[in-house]
């Protein structure tokens, strides 16, 4: 037998077994590069990443990190770089990678933190907001934005949610886009949008609606570009997440007040914009999917060292000798596994039936995933003690990031009510299989001699 | 694209994608057949069976319930026999099928009840036995044994289990295996002996202590085969689960007094019995996982039916519209997917590595699915309400043969310990990993400056 | 300090702290009599009462259990007889005990199994039967029913719920209940009438549509008595709970064909059947709860003896030594002391506010208690393994009983629903308060001369 | 009846009626008054507090909040001070209030968020610290120290955990204390010592080990009062909690290093400090417990508010009309209410029998009720989508706190372990118990002349 592929040691060798024949020569070589470039220059660098950003709270929202900007330059030169964009929809400026195999990656770079798929160009919002141009632009949006955003040269903002709004109900948005003479004028008040404090942001796409009276209430919205440095673009401040900014980028809340941009900055068309943010979500939810469980999957091994550390002996034991601790990580060991095991195959329906296929097994993925993350990472928080709470492990701000997807694109309850809903689509077949059951039920018993009480 | 193998409306399209091209032709085919079967036959019998069982607490024990007798000449003719046997690991009885081929086929044998693994003579004990009697068994036991069992002629048991002992510490086993010259006598107190109430059961495996006191606590052991007509094995009540006694199979309790056999029932060897269980163990707990995916399946479709019957609207709704039905449906569905994911990649993982490279694995599959179908079986029952936990259901017999899987070769905790504990044994490659990474961190610190808290 | 009462080793010392002082003299005398009567007769007449019901699926259902009945005897003699029975509201029939009073000896019973609570004329259904006799019923209908059912000399059945129909909704039953001339005539198909299998059973009060026309659908209902050997009482079969029968007293399907009484078998009034079932469920619904809390009570005591059993011992440690038991029986503690407290407080809101004015607690309790209960004795099942399932200990029948707790008298998702609607409505008070708060808070911000940005 | 006492509409009329009649009439009044000044002066200023806080990295640790001050002041006045010391333990400083009382008063005070104990100068560690001296001080240390305590005029530190160490465990603690002819010298490393970076704080308690050979490793430490502006006193950092850093109080890393006091700085005498500790913990613990109950409550409540708000419609429907949000509704009021009882319960046994006989309440407590508050405030956030994670809204900096609970003062398994344990001391009574109980059952039997099979 040959030697393993090293990506075992990070996945599982029976979870790597399932999806290994379906991997490319080439992707297995692009795995096995990113593994050692994760190993020796993304991972070392987590935690001076997190160093070089000022605690002034003016000057972090000022800050271009060095060293992950040095490590683009590396691994854009190893052709680590955009792999989310799978070629097969993406035929012009994708890679030949699928879903699956990106999914893979995936879950690698979620152990690495907020930074590593940065480094790599393939983290949200822009891998999301490279998708969009690439399958709507116009060629003259894309070679505005989609190709720096493609080199890595800037990053952008998608300008959906709106404070005072329900607005996970997308008919309930009130920006008003509309049209005036030979431009497009913005006015709304938008909130949670990632990456906009980001100084290398030069793009917020942003959703409104254009026809708010239109009876199709789905085609009541439209998308239009608008560059960072527009005036009125009014960025007013960052939303804290359980008490992270997460700055340099951050989620603002942003006034768009009179905005102006040219007519050639809507994408794809008046009131197309339901159809862009559907055709957004599907890959990018499965992103980040297999983030969390590399974040799980690293608080597990952290985990690990903890339980086992000589250092921490209480009452002449090792903490993995207490309790259900030893319990508690076969538990999140095998949660894991679970939940590894469904998003890869959801990302192989996405490839063989495209999101829209794969809306089912999207929505268990999106539902179970993060909530699984949570506990593995709270079970992890607990074995550290007060230090699992703390700036010095990656723990806390991992879970206060993980808890953040039981709410974006989409809270729980909706996923759960989608799924729920297609399993009932399943009942009419259900119905015939029963009825032809019965059907020989009876006459087996009315062959038998015997009377039923049903 | 080709027509989808009929298997995706009984397992799922996402759970099919990851193995299909792991099927080989005649697997596919035999999976093709066994639906036909299953769906024509084998479930159409199902509460004919249970009708064919007397109500008189001696005569059901005395029972051979002749529509799956019917129904075994029928599989056999058609080649659907002895498929769990994989041809791999027993070249001369074997059929060409993988673990995880046998894996698929066993979850739909897991909708249709106790009785389809029998049709297809897949059931339990008789499986462990014929793997005991194809790996150990000399040409003559096989002949006398294994050649009817592998024929479905007769059935068998496996007495292990003791009375007053906590025998799932094999050490503290109690029953004496001694040699009186050419013979074996063999004195015991056994309990939970399944299969043991059957007329067809003409055999018993008998596991006790030969050399209590060798000091290797493994080689105190042996297995002997006993004819269950021999004098001196004397049954003497039917153990009930949950308040069903499962007959005409039962779960006995037997004394073992003063049986002797020729010494040629000796399987394997004096002091061998240890190894002989082990051997046993690993695909079976992978069937029944499995077989349980599909009782936790039909489940979820039975509910799917209830929920949505207009016979059962209250306060003008139907049953879905209420609380968290719906939610409840989507949790099972995804739960389902994820456990069916898990034991796929096990019995892929026993396929690659044997059981003895599987035993992480198999322990997750073991601790995770039982519990998860019990409660996807509980939810199914409340939705049925009163209904869902009588004789009209299946679903409460369903529940109780499953609560027994979270005890039966080795209840959770024992699989929850011993997953844990391979965890830890990862622990001295983490440290290495982590020392590589902290001399690299410190390097990145020193080389930009900046001093760290940790 | 006085010598505690010796109720405090089956509750506990804290949670009979907070109820002491609420007990008369009366109820601590008849609480610690109780408690003697319970060690020294009932407790170890359990066993044998089982032991006294055949196995003849004929017999079974025609047996008066001899020791039950000697135990009434004494237990009459002794003043321990219709405890349930509050003066408070039955001032002619009733005993001087509040339900809180009562609510402390019924988890009592509780810990006695299924025949506790008949040994002191306190089970169900008789209890719920006997309420709407004293407190509706004519002098010539308590006379010649309730005067009976008071002495403990018959027993009734209350036949509510309908087969092929979602009778937890009354508005959907069925039955056909008419005057003709003198009589009324009785049309309908029940099932899980408990108690109609017994031989004392005497009574079924009957409940059915007389008005299916009237606009106010709680008005179509009136309630009947029928003597159970009334011709067209047609006892179709005993139904089962998880494979348990519970012969004698049993829970019947029953057709109700052409059944005819006089006139003055009506109860309360025609039309008034809605308003009988609804004031016949609060309190026991309260006795229901502390009984599931003495049954995971004694499941707890049980496990405790199991895990410490040394004769039990696994690879030489104690069963409580492995794993997470000893978490699992603090966690089963904790359960339970929090749910008594739960119901005792419900049971205070019950004597202090009648039971309309606790309909929230009585709702809570209801949804909490049984699967707490569920939970605490699956967990002792776990502890005694494949013993724990069967009919040697009584973990498993106390699990299938405490199952339909979870659906008899209204399903854990319509207590869910009802309780969670009544705290919605507690919003308009909430909304003046934050009002009020929110005036404070701007005045406070005003004065300080700091913006907010809320 | 009387008009309900004001605080039914925070707890519940249930829980209060339990306790109403344990109440002196001076306790009624108290809370009365306190229940107006928390309605009127603390929660209208919980904002504005928050407010005062500036953003600056080093401003924000040398704040006095100006409003809780002002509100100081207004509490004293009114004797709402000092609320939590029991005269009956304390009969010097103490006020008239018992556990259970203060029990009550403290679950209000844990609505109004970290600032409304401080308020009333109830607020850990001063608390603990003030018991301390007071049970333990010389005179000239409590006039000292233990009287501007008390009057609210400086803050103290408790300073006990250690870095590099697992000192949950105190025989692990490093810290050193030894005598220096007339002096004490203290060198070691603590951290998460809370309010330590309080401009206000003037004293630390410091516990170390004096005699670090002594074989009885209970008497190793000693604790020593340092005023924090003694030479050596280093503060290194605040610890954040999931990213809130809770200036200027604060949680920080100190480094003693050759701290020198005078030898009447030693508390109680060498070697007893472990003592110490003991006695600090039990009634502190029930405070942390029913502010969190507080917490959870108000997280309800705010919750209530969120899904019956109109503006947040989606798809047609009002939040608590979506999937499972009423009956997460319920599950949570059932959760406060069972909650709530347990821990008044505790505090009613601590009254009775003193911390030491309510070591198994206060455990209960101590496991069950983090949890419980942690998870009625995840769903609050869940309801609130992004806005419930961030700095408008009160849930997130609650859950953040709430869960450092479920470690301070031991973690939850050492609470599980520890009442577990209690629990398996009743074995010998419950085994006396089943001894008599079979006794009894085979004399039945025997009468009977039946057999049993156990």
Redesign the interface.
């Known amino acids: 037998m040959a030697a393993p592929h090293p990506i075992v040691?990070y996945t599982s060798?029976?979870?790597w077994?399932?999806?290994e024949?379906?991997f490319s020569p080439f992707a297995k070589e692009t795995l096995a590069k990113l593994i050692t470039f994760y190993?020796?220059e993304i991972?070392?660098?987590?935690?001076?990443s997190h160093?070089?950003i000022p605690?002034?709270?003016v000057k972090r929202w000022q800050t271009v990190i060095?060293?992950i900007e040095e490590l683009k330059v590396k691994a854009k030169k190893q052709g680590l770089w955009n792999l989310f964009l799978s070629k097969a929809h993406y035929p012009e400026h994708g890679v030949p990678l699928t879903n699956l195999e990106y999914a893979v990656m995936a879950e690698l770079l979620g152990r690495g933190g907020h930074m590593a798929p940065q480094v790599v160009n393939c983290s949200a919002p822009d891998t999301g907001n490279m998708e969009v141009l690439a399958r709507y632009g116009t060629p003259e949006q894309q070679k505005k934005w989609l190709v720096p955003l493609l080199n890595g040269e800037i990053r952008s903002a998608f300008a959906m949610?709106e404070r005072?709004?329900?607005s996970?109900?997308a008919t309930?948005i009130r920006t008003s886009i509309r049209r005036e003479g030979d431009e497009i004028v913005i006015n709304g008040h938008k909130?949670?949008i990632s990456g906009a404090g980001d100084p290398r942001t030069k793009l917020h796409i942003v959703m409104g609606k254009s026809d708010p009276g239109n009876k199709n209430t789905h085609q009541q919205q439209s998308v239009v570009l608008v560059p960072s440095n527009t005036p009125g673009v009014n960025i007013?401040?960052p939303?804290?997440?359980?008490?992270?900014d997460d700055a340099p980028e951050g989620?603002c809340e942003i006034i768009y007040d009179n905005v102006r941009v040219p007519l050639s900055n809507l994408v794809l068309g008046w009131g197309r914009g339901f159809e862009i943010i559907q055709g957004r979500l599907g890959p990018g939810r499965i992103h980040h999917c297999m983030r969390s469980i590399g974040a799980a999957s690293a608080a597990?091994?952290a985990m690990?060292?903890r339980?086992?550390d000589p250092?921490?002996?209480?009452?002449g034991k090792h903490?993995?000798e207490?309790?259900?601790?030893?319990?508690?990580?076969?538990?999140s060991?095998?949660d894991i596994?679970?939940?590894r095991?469904?998003v890869?195959?959801?990302a192989?329906?996405i490839d063989?039936y495209q999101a829209k296929g794969?809306l089912?097994?999207i929505?268990?993925a999106k539902?179970?995933v993060p909530s699984m993350a949570l506990e593995v990472v709270d079970r992890a928080?607990?074995a550290f003690?007060?230090e699992?709470?703390?700036?010095?492990q990656e723990l806390?701000?991992t879970?206060?990031g993980l808890?953040?997807l039981?709410?974006?694109d989409g809270?729980?309850?909706v996923?759960?009510?989608?799924?729920?809903?297609r399993?009932?689509k399943?009942?009419p077949?259900?119905?015939k299989?029963?009825a032809?059951?019965v059907k020989?039920?009876n006459?087996?018993?009315a062959k038998?001699g015997?009377k039923?009480?049903?």
Chains 1, 2, 3, 4 share one sequence.
């Open positions: 040691q060798q029976a979870s077994a399932m999806v024949d379906k190993e020796e991972l070392p660098a987590r935690r001076l160093a070089q605690d002034d709270p060095p060293v949610t005072y709004v329900a996970s109900d309930n909130w949670w007013i401040r939303m804290k997440v359980m008490g992270y989620h597990l091994d690990l060292l339980v086992t250092a921490k002996k209480t009452f903490l993995y207490h309790g259900s601790v030893v319990q508690d990580i076969a538990k060991r095998a596994e679970g939940a095991l469904l890869l195959s959801a192989l329906q063989n794969a089912k097994e929505g268990i539902f179970v928080m607990q003690g007060a699992g709470l703390c700036q010095d806390a701000s879970w206060a808890r953040t039981r709410i974006a809270p729980d309850a996923h759960l009510q989608q799924v729920g809903q399993e009932l399943r009942v077949e259900l119905l299989r029963k032809e059951l020989r039920e006459a087996l018993f038998a015997i039923s009480h049903l």
